[in-house]
């Protein structure tokens, strides 16, 4: 069965630090790129970053670019999120989604639970 | 960035009912749009992708149409468990957006 699990998420005042985990299983990880998805409360969804099954290419949403890193380690099956200079408008809950493709570019056709973040003083 | 303008927001419906919901784009996108469906608490799920092509699994009351910049989400017999939103999302090109969603509501 193919399934993706994030964890990382808390509580983390503006201007910190947060990395989130997604562990995929069920299929064979580096033949697909990856996805980072999120949701505010209340609030549609917003496509956040994705990467290349290879992690040689990456993409970023615009209101993210230059403080959240997408990466992925292939030899763990595991897809990360690094989030510095986190934001009030950075709350969330977000979801790890694998791609139909090896190259990012596709529809998201599995997707985790979520993990929420709050960034809050 | 593609702009995308999902109708209604709100829609009201009962079991049985045929319900459309449409998607239209800032510009042409071919092919290039999937279907989510969201339920309170949950996970997106696929429908339908390629803008008619539907998901392994998901029953054949959902179907998909159009091309380009019109795009069109239809439930041919409302069941139970389709009470939930719904948004289209373009993956022609970067960054990816989704429409506003559609929250499909019991009349």
């Known amino acids: 069965e193919v399934q993706l699990v994030e964890s990382g998420g808390g509580l983390v005042q503006p201007g910190g630090s947060l990395r989130l985990s997604c562990a995929a299983s069920?299929?064979?990880?580096?033949?697909?790129?990856m996805s980072w998805v999120r949701q505010a409360p209340g609030k549609g969804l917003e496509w956040v970053s994705a990467i290349s099954g290879s992690g040689g290419s990456t993409y970023y949403a615009d209101s993210v670019k230059g403080r959240f890193t997408i990466s992925r380690d292939n030899s763990k099956n595991t897809l990360y999120l690094q989030m510095n200079s986190l934001r009030a408008e950075d709350t969330a809950v977000y979801y790890c989604?694998?791609?139909?493709?090896?190259?990012?570019?596709?529809?998201?056709?599995?997707w985790g639970k979520g993990t929420t973040v709050t960034v809050s003083s | 960035v593609i702009w995308m303008t999902q109708s209604p927001s709100l829609l009201s419906a009962s079991t049985g009912d045929r319900v459309t919901i449409s998607c239209r784009m800032s510009q042409g996108i071919s092919s290039y749009l999937a279907w989510y469906q969201q339920k309170p608490g949950k996970a997106p799920e696929l429908l339908i992708y390629?803008?008619?092509t539907l998901q392994s699994g998901v029953p054949s009351r959902f179907s998909g149409s159009g091309s380009g910049t019109d795009f069109t989400l239809t439930i041919s017999c409302l069941q139970s468990e389709d009470f939930a939103t719904y948004y289209c999302?373009?993956?022609?090109?970067?960054?990816?957006?989704f429409g506003q969603g559609t929250k499909v509501e019991i009349k």
């Open positions: 999302q373009q993956y022609y090109s970067f960054p990816r957006t």
């Open positions: 069920g299929f064979t990880f580096s033949s697909y790129a």
């Open positions: 989604a694998k791609e139909a493709w090896s190259n990012p570019g596709g529809y998201m056709d599995v």
């Open positions: 390629a803008a008619s």
